[in-house]
């Protein structure tokens, strides 16, 4: 494999950041496609592209979501009393999920990716109103912790950071758009560390035909970390214009901008 292709991990990452300063999402849902596109032609073998590729995002996920959420942070768009409702569910369902996805079919995992970007994109093309919200209005409760499981089980088979899911969940409880991005960043980090290190231990703890898989050298359990790391380095570039360019438009655009990535990632894994 020429060097010069390794230059493809920290373009992806740029656009991955941008789309996680932008839109809270991580860059999963794009990063999770182009993956599985790219890592056959470093070695690795079919029967577990999907699943390197769901580790991999979320291992990349860890750095991009912190420079999204830091970024929204400076801005102050990040709502860290539903953070702390949210995280301890977060971590249990990144877990969970990612010891299920271990043990399910690469071709099951890529139905199971489409059609949830299908489905959040409906979802999020015609978003509700949302108020302006503060720190002392920040949704807070132990339904929080309930609904951080799911989110983090869900975010963990389909490789991304959470915000397709966390994010409508927050402008349904009147949290403005811009909020429930920088807040879904911060959740991010904690749903990639959870399921990333999972997803490193898992070919150890499940016997299936991905984890008896001859890995190329770099693969760690599921996780490519070059392209992790590569990917980590332009999205920490790339997530502040992110965040400038979601501080910029209306809770409405944004909110459509997000169902058109969404769907077109759909699109593309349900018909390669």
């Known amino acids: 494999m020429p060097e010069f292709t390794w230059a493809v991990f920290p373009l992806l990452g740029i656009v991955a950041g941008v789309l996680a300063g932008l839109l809270g ?19 690795v073998p079919r029967e577990a592209v999907m699943h390197v590729a769901l580790a991999t995002s979320l291992a990349s996920i860890v750095v991009t979501a912190s420079a999204s959420a830091n970024a929204h942070r400076l801005r102050g768009s990040v709502l860290w009393p539903t953070v702390r ?9 990144g877990v969970a999920g990612s010891l299920w996805a271990a043990r399910v079919p690469g071709d ?21 109103g949302a108020a302006t919200s503060s720190e002392a209005s920040a949704p807070r409760g132990p339904w929080l912790g309930a609904a951080g499981v799911a989110i983090g089980a869900v975010s963990a088979v389909v490789g991304i950071g959470g ?13 403005a758009t811009v909020r429930a991005v920088g807040t879904s960043s911060a959740c991010g980090v904690v749903i990639a560390l959870a399921s ?13 035909a991905a984890s008896a898989s001859a890995m190329p050298a770099g693969v760690v359990g599921f996780v490519h970390w070059p392209a992790a790391l590569g990917v980590g380095a332009g999205a920490w570039f790339a ?11 209306s809770g409405v655009a944004l909110a459509r901008v997000f169902a058109i990535a969404l769907a077109s990632v759909g699109v593309a894994l349900l018909w390669p």
């Open 163 to 175: 915000g397709s899911l966390t994010v409508p969940l927050l402008v349904s409880r009147g949290v």
């Open 25 to 43: 999402i991580g860059g999963g849902i794009v990063l999770v496609a182009a993956l599985v596109a790219l890592l056959p032609l470093f070695d």
């Open 239 to 249: 997530a502040p214009y992110g965040v400038r360019l979601a501080h910029r438009l």
């Open 85 to 93: 409702w949210l995280a301890p569910g977060l971590v249990v369902g």
């Open 108 to 128: 099951t995992l890529t139905f199971i990716v489409g059609a949830f970007c299908l489905l959040m994109a409906a979802r999020m093309a015609w978003p509700q």
């Open 196 to 208: 990333a290190a999972t997803y490193t231990l898992a070919p150890r703890l499940v016997d299936t």
